[in-house]
């Protein structure tokens, strides 16, 4: 008996730490993205490759703010999931997380096809900071992993083209303003998860796109791709082909071959089908295929070096096995961003499903073999003629809603009436976030607050700048208007506004840090000091409460103030701020290297090192960042301690292997 396909409300119990605060000063600066090579390396790559990394990089995180309030203790949480189920496959979707796939699990064989994270523990990896390892994830915006990474998405029961339940997802992605969805449906009797995607440009202007499926899966396996070369890019930001599957020497298709952190991005032949895979040890596994819409195949490898393992135990708990990714995206490369022209939308089909095939021996036999293998179980025309089906699904209006995301879209919507079939962000939906904007909408004025406390998000669109530039002239009305000018490149502007917002401003601070960073980024580190410093006590003094908005925005101007104080050896001032912070914010893994910092800039060496001796953990570390290791070097001549190694690149003079 066929079992038909159901969609239900569940929940995973996991240990899991908490996402906590958001980080509330604006980005006025980019988190440093690992995934860029230098403008001059450009000129020896395909000429549509180097125009598209060129094309529009991402250089604000605004309007998002950075996520970075999440610690390292975990407790058993109820995490909210979605499953989709038939007789041959079980999905479990995170909606409240960005809508990942945390499970695809295939019950003839009893095996589970991802690497599933036994526990949920943000690190910074995402776009915005907080971002968690495992499973099948949606990577919208830009170069890196989504904004949307631990944030919920709306779900909702649609009907698929077969006439059973569908889950389609969506959410309004703010960092290229680009409503998005992903439809999900298991076919009846299938083994095989259908992933419906489209991107809309609803806008008068090109939009740049990036998109790419994530799909993490066991590193003890070999990967597959229908490929003779790949650009490998490791960590050096550097981007060069070289052949696969055998590489300096080494079979790159076994993650565990790999020293060095490293991503490969195969160069798959036009006019080949697109898939990859990742099968163990007896040829079982995972494979991906997509519509040729989704052109990239990757590879990434952790690699087998210290740095590599310390990041792996970083992302999980101890006794869990390692993980790879095979990816799949829209272009060749993650550097890459796709032009979407104003008006249109690009969509693609995708399927997930176990392929046993053998994985040893000449790579175009194996290769012939898996795509034969994959032929039998899903034939090509199959996908294709899936996606034709789907395509009149992708309007069809949602039912029962499942889950509820941001209001964002819901705003965006009303602020033109644009009508985007399938897709509905509801007034509903609109939060506080959304309210003073909602206001200036409707009456032309942003709203004072009603009480002293951090100023909310600032939307940087430019329909939203030239109704804050017409709006009467308060001061956080010039604040967000500010905010808006720097992030359209006007800075100098942006500094008149918050000059004038200073004389009339019953909250300095956040005048004074905006200032602050726009003296920085010209050049003057002492004035820079001494308005960090002055935005530092003004909050302060101005603080009511020891809640959770006061105590991130303490620690999160602290840091800056510390760091801009240090930088111009006013190490004194710095420790003074030190002295002010909560002290549970001085206890936090980030802060305890930052008194490992002050202690060195006070001539204490021995006191710095004391500090790594009794340990410390910095759960905002960023991907890629030798901070740690170069304090070390600093303090003492000794190894690095494993505990403290992240470093992704090889060392001076090394091969990246």
């Known amino acids: 008996m066929v079992t038909v396909t159901t969609i239900r409300r569940d929940a995973m119990t996991l240990p899991a730490a908490a996402l906590g605060p958001d980080n509330p000063l604006p980005p006025l600066r980019p988190l440093d993205e690992m995934h860029r090579i230098e403008d001059r390396?450009?000129?020896?790559?395909?000429?549509?490759?180097?125009?598209?990394?060129?094309?529009?990089?991402?250089?604000?995180?605004?309007?998002?703010?950075?996520r970075d309030g999440y610690g390292r203790a975990r407790e058993s949480q109820d995490l909210d999931t979605l499953v989709i189920e038939n007789?041959?496959?079980?999905?479990?979707?995170?909606?409240?997380?960005?809508?990942?796939?945390?499970?695809?699990f295939h019950k003839p064989t009893g095996r589970e096809l991802l690497y599933r994270n036994p526990v949920f523990q943000p690190a910074c990896f995402a776009l915005n900071g907080a971002w968690f390892s495992g499973g099948i994830e949606w990577n919208i915006g830009a170069t890196g992993h989504t904004a949307l990474s631990c944030s919920p998405l709306h779900a909702a029961r649609v009907t698929a083209p077969d006439g059973g339940p569908m889950l389609r997802l969506w959410e309004w992605e703010r960092l290229r303003d680009l409503p998005f969805q992903v439809d999900l449906w298991l076919p009846e009797g299938s083994d095989f998860l259908y992933v419906g995607v489209r991107i809309r440009n609803p806008h008068d202007k090109p939009a740049p796109v990036y998109w790419w499926s994530n799909i993490a899966v066991p590193e003890e396996c070999r990967v597959?791709?229908?490929a003779d070369e790949a650009w490998h890019f490791g960590y050096t930001r550097r981007l060069s082909r070289v052949p696969m599957p055998v590489y300096d020497g080494v079979d790159r298709t076994y993650p565990t071959n790999s020293v060095h952190p490293a991503d490969y991005f195969y160069e798959v032949p036009d006019g080949r089908r697109r898939w990859i895979a990742a099968l163990g040890e007896d040829g079982s596994g995972l494979v991906q295929t997509s519509t040729?819409?989704?052109r990239g195949r990757k590879l990434f490898v952790w690699g087998t070096g210290t740095?590599?393992?310390?990041?792996?135990?970083?992302?999980?708990?101890?006794?869990?096995?390692?993980?790879?990714?095979?990816?799949?995206?829209?272009?060749?490369?993650?550097?890459?961003?796709?032009?979407?022209?104003?008006?249109?939308?690009?969509?693609?089909?995708?399927?997930y499903g176990p392929l046993s095939t053998a994985r040893e021996g000449e790579w175009a036999a194996v290769l012939e073999g898996a795509e034969a293998g994959l032929e039998a179980a899903l034939p090509r025309a199959a996908v294709e003629a899936a996606y034709e089906q789907w395509r009149p699904c992708a309007d069809a209006e949602p039912g029962e809603v499942l889950a509820v995301g941001s209001g964002w879209g819901a705003l965006e919507v009303l602020r033109t009436g644009d009508k985007l079939p399938g897709t509905p962000f509801d007034e509903q939906t609109l939060g506080d976030a959304q309210a003073p904007w909602r206001e200036l909408l409707r009456t032309g004025s942003f709203p004072e607050p009603r009480r002293v406390g951090p100023p909310g998000e600032t939307l940087v669109a430019p329909h939203w700048r030239d109704m804050l530039e017409t709006a009467p002239a308060r001061p956080l009305t010039e604040y967000h208007l500010g905010v808006a000018q720097w992030h359209a490149g006007d800075r100098a502007q942006a500094v008149r506004s918050w000059e004038r917002a200073l004389e009339l401003a019953p909250s300095?601070?956040?005048?004074?840090?905006?200032?602050?960073?726009?003296?920085k980024e010209a050049g003057d580190r002492q004035r820079a000091a001494d308005r960090w410093a002055e935005a530092f006590d003004d909050l302060c003094q101005e603080r009511r409460d020891d809640g959770e908005s006061w105590t991130a925005a303490t620690a999160a101007l602290g840091r800056e103030t510390i760091e801009a104080l240090l930088?111009?050896?006013?190490?004194?001032?710095?420790?003074?701020?030190?002295?002010?912070?909560?002290p549970a914010t001085r206890e936090r893994g980030r802060f305890r290297l930052t008194g490992a910092v002050l202690l060195l800039a006070e001539g204490d060496p021995e006191g710095a090192r004391a500090v790594f001796d009794a340990g410390f953990e910095v759960a905002d570390l960023r991907e890629g960042a030798e901070t740690i290791s170069e304090l070390w070097a600093r303090v003492t001549d000794d190894p690095l301690p494993a505990r403290y190694d992240f470093r992704m690149r090889p060392e001076e003079g090394d091969r990246p292997v």
């Open 307 to 351: 740095g590599g393992r310390r990041w792996q135990e970083w992302l999980t708990e101890p006794g869990t096995g390692g993980y790879c990714e095979i990816q799949a995206g829209l272009a060749r490369t993650q550097l890459e961003h796709v032009r979407l022209d104003a008006g249109s939308e690009v969509s693609w089909l995708e399927a």
């Open 567 to 582: 930088a111009v050896g006013r190490v004194a001032d710095a420790r003074a701020v030190w002295h002010r912070l909560h």
């Open 508 to 519: 300095l601070w956040p005048l004074l840090r905006c200032l602050a960073v726009a003296d």
């Open 292 to 294: 040729d819409v989704l």
């Open 87 to 104: 007789d041959r496959l079980r999905v479990t979707v995170l909606p409240g997380l960005g809508g990942r796939i945390a499970s695809l």
């Open 224 to 226: 597959l791709a229908p």
């Open 41 to 66: 390396d450009r000129e020896d790559l395909p000429g549509d490759m180097a125009r598209q990394i060129g094309y529009a990089p991402l250089h604000s995180l605004l309007p998002v703010r950075v």
